[in-house]
């Protein structure tokens, strides 16, 4: 293929959020087009039209817009800064599934009338009974079209309005194509059967309609998960049947979790199951209460007492966010909503399969780059046949040092705009504060939501007055014990604070340096009282900036609650 002549596709079904399996497939396609010259295009598979919407649809493009991973035709998708995505400058368009259906049925038809394909009229029950009596005789099931098939009165049964399918016939031959990541790829033909191509509801199944479209749109290239490996041959079957031109293959690694587990959205749904289940056992009334209107009780019912079924992903989501669940990140907006930064998520996904086989200065295996940089480099030779593990551990350090990289401004600004979306009662109340806070918390942070995480480092900040909980370790060392104790000592700097001016964390600082050398004390004999009346904890960012970001009124009533409580 000339660089002219480059067409890759990313083709999801807006089924739910976007897998960050298929942002990667998407972001490989991506990368191969801009490393060549050619062309990305997007295209929404939506021929199931119990499972699509328009809601998925639209967070599918929002997650790759937010990613950078920028489509050059497909639908519109209006950004931000005013630029627009998408578009349809060759006319190959629509780019919705759903609305090319003249085109399926013209290829089903061209099928038909070179008995290629034929009507089938099984029902569900009789498919299940020959299933049943292959396994039987313990051996495969495979359709195929009986020895004594009438074509002509299949048709007329189908002209008549009978319900039936339309099935592809495959050829009785082995099948062999050239894969660019794994090689020569053979099938023998007890492998293969009958497949359909049209369903019951007069829409096309996947395999028809992917390859009707990606012929019609000049697709030259398919890179997509090895998943979908079995359904080549298919494909390849029906682009011969139809006259229509091979394009390049090459199927992706699989993903897996750490553990070799692979990678799936059901692991979302196993684990907020098992929470769910795990606080009912300790206090049902509570956890009903946390869970009001988030799943209606029927549905939570059946979802708690079926481990196949699974909650649809508004509900999940929903139930995530009233319960405080802390569910293992499976979409691009579960890694989005965790606070991790567009750049570093590419980066990383980019990893997943591909190498760029270049060094680093020290001499180790070249990780960390930018999306131009793979764009640029991108090949399929570099990438592998072994299945990649997403290594949670990984991306959290690159994110953080990502973080840490950034000047404060930056960080405040990609802060606030992450408090925009998820964190709205966080965002705007530090007011002057901004710039200490950011300069204080981004190097304990991870991600963009750990400021605001309970358990994270600025939960002092916005924690109120007299809900944080009193760490008992720190209270008993830091708190109860010496003579005179920690609590004595706070109990005197009280008055110290109340007229401290400005309320800074130079002046703060000083006031406590001061105090323990008028008591003949070491800092920490002040210092570690008040971070644990300030903050529940031992642990904080400095004694002045932790004190600075809670604000003078507030330290004075948690010093006064911390010794009404802790005395």
Request: hydrophobic letters at 40%; glycine letters at 10%; one cysteine or more.
């Given at each position: 293929m000339s660089e002219a002549q480059v067409v890759t596709r990313f083709a999801p079904?807006?089924?739910?959020?976007?897998?960050?399996?298929?942002?990667?497939?998407?972001?490989?396609?991506?990368?191969?087009?801009?490393?060549?010259?050619?062309?990305?295009?997007l295209r929404i598979e939506d021929t199931d039209q119990a499972r699509s919407s328009e809601e998925a649809t639209r967070?599918?493009?929002?997650?790759?817009?937010?990613?950078?991973?920028?489509?050059d035709e497909g639908p519109t998708l209006t950004l931000p800064d005013g630029r627009s995505l998408g578009g349809d400058p060759r006319g190959v368009g629509p780019f919705f599934q759903s609305e090319r259906r003249a085109g399926y049925d013209a290829a089903v038809q061209a099928l038909l009338d070179r008995d290629l394909a034929y009507p089938a009229f099984e029902t569900g029950d009789e498919l299940d009974a020959l299933r049943r009596e292959a396994r039987e005789q313990k051996r495969n099931f495979r359709y195929r079209r009986p020895a004594d098939f009438d074509r002509e009165a299949a048709l007329a049964r189908a002209a008549g309005g009978e319900e039936h399918v339309v099935r592809f016939r495959m050829p009785e031959r082995a099948l062999r194509f050239a894969d660019q990541i794994l090689g020569e790829v053979h099938f023998e033909e007890e492998q293969l059967d009958d497949f359909v191509v049209r369903?019951?509801?007069?829409?096309?199944?996947?395999h028809l309609a992917v390859v009707v479209d990606d012929e019609a749109m000049g697709v030259s290239h398919v890179l997509r998960g090895q998943e979908h490996l079995?359904?080549?041959?298919?494909?390849r079957a029906l682009q011969e049947a139809l006259g229509y031109r091979e394009p390049v293959y090459a199927h992706l690694p699989v993903i897996f979790n750490a553990d070799g587990s692979k990678m799936s959205k059901r692991d979302k749904d196993k684990a907020a199951r098992s929470a769910v289940k795990e606080g009912l056992a300790s206090d049902e009334a509570r956890l009903r209460a946390q869970v009001g209107d988030a799943v209606d009780p029927g549905s939570l019912e059946r979802w708690l007492g079926?481990?196949?079924?699974?909650?649809?992903?508004?509900?999940?989501?929903?139930?995530?966010?009233?319960l405080a669940l802390d569910l293992p990140g499976i979409e691009v907006e579960d890694f989005r909503r965790g606070g991790y930064l567009p750049e570093v998520l590419v980066n990383f996904l980019a990893l997943l399969g591909w190498s760029p086989g270049e060094k680093e200065d020290d001499g180790r295996d070249k990780e960390r780059f930018e999306p131009a940089y793979l764009a640029e480099r991108f090949h399929l030779e570099r990438v592998g046949r072994g299945n990649a593990r997403f290594d949670r551990k990984k991306l959290l350090a690159f994110n953080q040092e990502t973080l840490a990289a950034?000047?404060?401004?930056?960080?405040?600004?990609?802060?606030?705009?992450?408090?925009?979306?998820?964190a709205p009662k966080a965002g705007g109340r530090l007011g002057a504060?901004?710039?200490?806070f950011a300069a204080a918390i981004k190097p304990r942070s991870g991600t963009l939501a750990d400021p605001t995480d309970p358990a994270g480092p600025g939960a002092f900040v916005f924690a109120a007055n007299e809900a944080f909980p009193f760490d008992e370790k720190a209270v008993a060392k830091f708190l109860r014990k010496g003579e005179p104790n920690g609590l004595e000592q706070l109990a005197a700097f009280r008055e110290t604070v109340a007229g401290l001016d400005p309320f800074a964390p130079d002046t703060i600082e000083a006031a406590a340096s001061a105090f323990a050398e008028a008591r003949g004390i070491g800092m920490g004999k002040i210092a570690q009282p008040l971070r644990v009346a300030v903050t529940g904890s031992s642990a904080s960012p400095g004694l002045g900036e932790t004190l600075a970001l809670v604000g003078r009124?507030?330290?004075?009533?948690r010093i006064d609650r911390c010794l009404r409580e802790c005395a």
């Open positions: 079904s807006p089924t739910g959020h976007l897998h960050v399996g298929g942002a990667r497939t998407a972001l490989f396609n991506w990368a191969l087009a801009r490393s060549l010259g050619g062309r990305f295009l967070g599918i493009l929002e997650d790759l817009a937010w990613l950078g991973i920028e489509w369903k019951r509801d007069g829409f096309p199944t996947y079995n359904n080549t041959p298919r494909h079926d481990k196949k079924s699974q909650l649809p992903d508004s509900q999940l989501g929903a139930l995530q966010e009233a950034l000047d404060d401004a930056h960080f405040l600004s990609l802060w606030d705009a992450w408090c925009t979306r998820y504060r901004a710039e200490l009124e507030a330290v004075l009533a």
